[in-house]
Nanobody, 121 residues
Framework: EAQLVESGGGLVQPGGSLTLSCAASGFTFASFAMSWVRQAPGKGLEWVSGISSGGAQTAYADSVKGRFTISRDNTKNMLYLQLSSLKTEDTAIYYC??????????????RGQGTQVTVSS
């Protein structure tokens, strides 16, 4: 059974930075693309970023492009999201999500419990 455990969230001031991590287990991590999605208070799920199975391809939502960086370490079954130049509108629960294929499709079939990111002064 797939298991995804996020960590690294917290309270940060506008303009600050944070790095989220996701530990994966229960499936062949290197065979699947991975994504980060988020849910802001009172809103639906928003796809944030994705990375192909081997890490060669990445994609970002327009709202985070140039500020967030996704990466993965297939030797450690770890997924990361570096958040910088944070804005109050980035406040959300961030989820690590397993995609259904090797390429980024934004179609996920499993996600973790999430980690809270709060951007506030």
């Amino acid at each position: 059974e797939a298991q995804l455990v996020e960590s690294g969230g917290g309270l940060v001031q506008p303009g600050g930075s944070l790095t989220l991590s996701c530990a994966a287990s229960g499936f062949t991590f290197a065979s699947f693309a991975m994504s980060w999605v988020r849910q802001a208070p009172g809103k639906g799920l928003e796809w944030v970023s994705g990375i192909s199975s081997g890490g060669a391809q990445t994609a970002y939502a327009d709202s985070v492009k140039g500020r967030f960086t996704i990466s993965r370490d297939n030797t450690k079954n770890m997924l990361y999201l570096q958040l910088s130049s944070l804005k109050t509108e980035d406040t959300a629960i961030y989820y690590c999500a397993k995609e259904k294929w090797v390429f980024i499709t934004k179609r996920t079939d499993y996600r973790g419990q999430g980690t809270q990111v709060t951007v506030s002064s």
